[in-house]
């Protein structure tokens, strides 16, 4: 016999995270098996995403990609942006939604997927009540915003979740709620009655943050949610600022933020410094588009270094590298390289003339492989899986080692097999609702490694 509380409701058995890919998925991610027996990834973005940093570390890019990957990935994914520093237009969102095939050169605002205002529309107090409002008990009240995922419930059903919609903030930290846009019209920079502005500012965010566990995981939102860092200042030289988190120096802090906001969030992650990607001997970008991109001083191509203070799917702390183009947004295939290539993983060849080992009879070098990641998506995928595999090794300690290999030993033994690899190449590493309604199969890094020890056969092959 055992105890058991009579009408006591368990809590969903997953909340799905969605796949972003460029390395985001692995270290938040587990995988479970579908119906088919297939392994599905649940990484990648949570109901609730911090993002943080200085100025030029480019937060608002990485919120920005975020929201437009998920747009590409998720066909039923809607997304909104609240704008609060009056700096953003739906224009720039499509010039860096170029970046994702299958909505590049779409206007999403006019097919109702995107949508932008800012606080000269809406206050923060009436913005988020019509967040809140306009979402309210999605479950219930529109069946149409549930979709079925590849997930299996324990009775091997298809589990139903909300329908992807996101929601932007850009930023928290000049976000003003109702009561503080009053104060600043009915008196003036320097009155007495201002005196308590950042003190009431503060606790309506913090009121906000508070909230948003429940609502975004309750109304189906996945909110994203950038606020501004810097110095923290001492004014006791004699005392030493408290560390209040342990991945985040004593002498930084958040801006116009509060406290709770760093361990509310089920990711925060935090851009620390951004460099210019050149190379060291022409002093023109270290990945150069073509022949005609070779400028002395050009600093478009950067390296972002970021890390998640504070993962509660995943470790914190963890340092990690995006590469980002300053006209055209984050490079997913150049960020995966550039991860590769530091952990010298499935990469044949020398440092002038390399290949993949998953696609060998692609020829790369430093000056072609931007051009050649973007044209061909067969590179895009192996570049991927070559990724995911190395994460793989280097984070996950509990997967059986014989099942662990280098690229080069799972593109051969898999060849032996008889599996044609352009053929394996032509799939998605990601799931998606209905998921076998898809064009494009789905086969994740984990199938592969399964496939290469015969313990899995795709289902559609």
Not at 431 to 459: A, C, G, H, I, V
Request: hydrophobic share 35%; glycine share 8%; proline share 4%.
């Amino acid at each position: 016999m055992h105890f058991e509380i009579p009408g006591l409701k368990n809590a969903p058995l997953l909340r799905p995270l969605l796949n972003l890919g460029c390395g985001f998925d692995i270290p938040s991610g587990r995988y479970s098996l579908g119906v088919h027996g297939e392994s599905i990834l649940s990484g990648g973005l949570a109901h609730l995403t911090g993002i943080g940093g200085r100025g030029n570390t480019f937060k608002s890019t990485l919120m920005f990609f975020f929201i437009l990957r998920v747009l590409e990935r998720y066909i039923s994914a809607a997304a909104h942006i609240y704008d609060t520093e009056l700096s953003l237009t739906i224009a720039r969102l499509l010039e860096l939604a170029m970046q994702h095939a299958a909505i590049a050169g779409i206007d999403l605002q006019a097919e109702g997927r995107l949508s932008l205002t800012d606080k000269t529309i809406y206050d923060g107090t009436e913005w988020y009540n019509l967040i809140k409002e306009s979402t309210s008990d999605r479950k219930k009240k529109q069946k149409k915003d549930m979709g079925t995922t590849p997930f299996l419930d324990k009775d091997g059903k298809f589990i139903e979740y909300f329908l992807p919609f996101l929601v932007g903030v850009d930023s928290i930290s000049q976000f003003n709620s109702a009561n503080i846009i009053k104060i600043q019209d009915e008196n003036n920079i320097g009155d007495s009655s201002r005196n308590t502005e950042a003190l009431r500012d503060g606790g309506a965010k913090t009121q906000m943050v508070m909230e948003l566990p429940t609502v975004t995981a309750a109304n189906g939102i996945w909110m994203l949610l950038s606020a501004h860092m810097g110095d923290q200042f001492n004014l006791d030289a004699h005392s030493t600022p408290q560390k209040k988190l342990a991945f985040l120096k004593n002498n930084v802090k958040f801006k116009n933020v509060p406290e709770k906001f760093t361990f509310l969030m089920n990711n925060c992650w935090y851009c620390y410094n951004a460099s210019p990607l050149m190379n060291d001997t022409s002093k023109a970008p270290e990945y150069p588009r073509g022949t005609d991109d070779a400028m002395k001083g050009d600093t478009d191509l950067m390296l972002v270094q970021v890390c998640n203070l504070r993962g509660k799917s995943g470790p914190s702390g963890l340092p990690q590298e995006f590469i980002v183009s300053q006209s055209d947004g984050i490079h997913v295939g150049l960020t995966e390289f550039n991860y590769v290539k530091k952990a010298r993983f499935g990469i044949e060849g020398n440092l002038q003339n390399y290949q993949l080992s998953l696609v060998p009879d692609v020829n790369l070098s430093r000056t072609t492989i931007r051009r050649k990641l973007t044209e061909n998506k067969r590179l895009q995928r192996a570049m991927e899986i070559t990724c995911e595999m190395a994460q793989i090794i280097n984070l996950w300690h509990d997967v059986p080692k014989d099942l662990l290999c280098t690229p080069k030993e799972l593109f051969d033994d898999l060849k032996k097999q008889g599996y044609d690899w352009d053929r394996l190449l032509d799939t998605r590493g990601y799931w998606t609702f209905d998921n076998d309604k898809q064009e494009t199969p789905f086969l994740s890094t984990m199938d592969l490694l399964n496939m290469r020890k015969k313990l899995y056969k795709p289902y559609w092959y």
